[in-house]
């Protein structure tokens, strides 16, 4: 099988989902350079890499070159499947152009999330055509199936849920020890993340937890709001910036519990790298979320927009230091019985064989 697996974001996941998929056949992989730059040593040799450079949306006319060279690849490539990730504003305009092969769109986000302005550059209107141009498609969760057949119109019989492929391992990284009762929110800082509840739930969690102390990190929205928020500053370390890979695999090893107080959600990339290091996760019961954390087993699951219960399982988990351990081994087992790249990879090669299936009949 030849497989062209295209692009414009997600970097660290699409190189270990190429990687994966090599196992089965021929693998184009196109990706923009500035993602890919920080995970080149992951690359698997075996893979037909091809990085371009991503223009701003606002330049057209650098976009639609890069349109271009994005098809000529393809073309030259031959593929069988063309497997697409999200979609985007300009190329989405010229996937009729591609008619003669199967395609297969993995919809991450169906819909804008709350405060996530730069996505709203791209209308929902642009996304639904890639998704209705597809043979197959796949999402991370059951929810995600969903609201993709009820949003956008497509038969649930060609919606295949694949777990997200794991993320996050860094071996070449040198191993720190846990902190005991760190908290970690990571990840971008936009409204639906809840970052705000958690703040909130501080006061609550010291009372109880008097060490305790929450890591912040990522970027987003101005952080300004939050930390006016901040009934007592000196229990935040935050790190209020893009953190780099090698940073990410410290965070996560040094942290005690990984908090996500989202209040609105698709999947998230958070959770496998928590259970990549073995770490017990809080949720939120939306989106996808409850797809990824078993509650009682890998973590624990709280109603959104509630700081009182998001607070409570927190200090459940720092409160017992086995039922965290614990936890954390679930996790780990999880990981590797349901997002393993080989085991993601089976899963979507079967996908491609439908959709080349179709293909043929149309």
Known sequence: MRIAFVSYDFGEYSI????????????????????SDPHLSLVDSQVDFRPFDKPRLRHPLRQVSRMRWILRQIRDFRPDVIHLQGGHLWFNMALPRLKAYALVVTVHDPRHHLGDWGSRNTPHWVMDLGYRRADRIIVHG????????????????????????????????????????????????????????????????????????????????????????????????????????????????????????????????????????SKPVVATRTGGLPDLV???????????????????????????????????????????????????ARQTVDVYQRAIEDSREH
């Open 16 to 35: 270990r989902h190429a990687n994966a998929l090599q196992h089965w056949g021929e693998v184009l992989l196109i990706l923009p350079r500035q993602l």
């Open 142 to 277: 059951q929810q995600l199936k969903d609201t993709v057949a009820d949003s956008v119109g497509i038969a649930r019989a060609q919606i295949h849920v694949i777990p997200m492929i794991a993320v996050g391992d860094r071996p070449e990284v040198q191993q720190v020890d846990e902190e005991e009762n760190l908290i970690l929110f990571f990840g971008r800082i936009w409204q639906y993340k809840g970052l705000d509840y958690l703040i909130r739930a501080q006061p609550k969690i010291n009372r109880a937890v008097p060490q305790a102390k929450i890591m912040i990190a990522g970027k987003g929205e101005d952080f300004a709001r939050y930390r006016r928020i901040m009934v007592d500053s000196s229990r935040f370390i935050v790190h209020n910036h893009w953190v780099s890979h090698d940073e990410r695999a410290r965070m996560f090893q040094r942290a005690s519990v990984v908090v996500l107080p989202y209040v609105e959600a698709t999947q998230s990339a958070v959770v496998p790298v928590a259970y990549t290091y």
């Open 294 to 344: 078993d509650h009682g087993q890998t973590g624990l699951l709280v109603p959104p927009r509630d700081e009182e219960a998001l607070a409570d399982a927190i200090i459940e988990l720092l409160s017992d230091d086995q039922l965290r351990r614990r936890m954390g081994s679930a996790g780990k087992r999880k990981l590797e019985a349901e997002c393993a790249p080989q085991v993601v």
